[in-house]
């Protein structure tokens, strides 16, 4: 679903998100799972130089690519610190500054709910599908004309938080209202 059509890049064509580059711990898991329990096509695979480890790429639709990383003398994550340390609902959802908080993938919103079934058959650990809308809360259990996303929030082996997303409106020049904050949380003048 094209949010704004009537926005365009003017400096550059931009095409969508080539590939996104994240590191695991265990290439060989990382496989299993996106490939074996999520069904991503496994497209390319690199061994890098001088034993460095392997780059990977899978398919996420739509030509677009995800990317892995495995060093073999990566360090090891740090919940809270590289990504966050629970799904939404279950503890802290922060991370550090150029950290990945998480990655949504584009779902058809009417197979949303079908898909947290699809992934606790095949043993992921899912919450329920989150209403997102702009209430207090920002999320509601019930859907409603203004839930603008409905989404599943799930975890890799790694622990990289994962999102089944699916846009459920368009959004219109109202939706956007707040003002940036810089880094001691003051709003932008």
């Known amino acids: 679903m094209a949010q704004r059509p009537d926005l365009t890049n003017e400096v550059f064509e931009l095409g969508g998100v080539h590939h996104v580059a994240l590191v695991c711990a265990d290439m060989a898991r990382t496989v299993d799972f996106y490939s074996g329990v999520l069904g991503m096509p496994l497209i390319k695979t690199v061994e890098l130089r001088d034993g460095l480890g392997q780059h990977f790429f899978f398919d996420v639709g739509n030509g677009d690519s995800?990317?892995?990383?495995?060093?073999?003398?990566?360090?090891?994550?740090?919940?809270?610190?590289?990504?966050?340390?629970?799904?939404?609902?279950?503890?802290?959802?922060?991370?550090?500054?150029?950290?990945?908080?998480?990655?949504?993938?584009?779902?058809?919103?009417?197979?949303?709910?079908?898909?947290?079934?699809?992934l606790r058959e095949r043993g992921v650990d899912c919450l329920d599908v989150a209403n997102h809308d702009d209430s207090g809360a920002g999320i509601t259990p019930e859907f409603h004309p203004g839930v603008f996303v409905r989404s599943i929030y799930?975890?890799?082996?790694?622990?990289?938080?994962?999102?089944?997303?699916?846009?459920?409106?368009?959004?219109?020049?109202?939706?956007?209202?707040?003002?940036?904050?810089?880094?001691?949380?003051?709003?932008?003048?």
């Open 66 to 118: 995800l990317a892995f990383f495995w060093f073999a003398d990566g360090a090891e994550g740090v919940p809270g610190v590289s990504h966050p340390a629970a799904l939404p609902g279950r503890g802290s959802l922060t991370s550090a500054v150029s950290s990945m908080n998480h990655l949504a993938f584009r779902v058809p919103p009417e197979r949303i709910d079908e898909y947290v079934a699809v």
């Open 154 to 189: 799930f975890r890799d082996p790694d622990g990289i938080m994962l999102e089944f997303a699916a846009w459920t409106k368009p959004f219109g020049p109202d939706d956007v209202r707040h003002p940036p904050v810089d880094a001691t949380g003051a709003p932008r003048a």
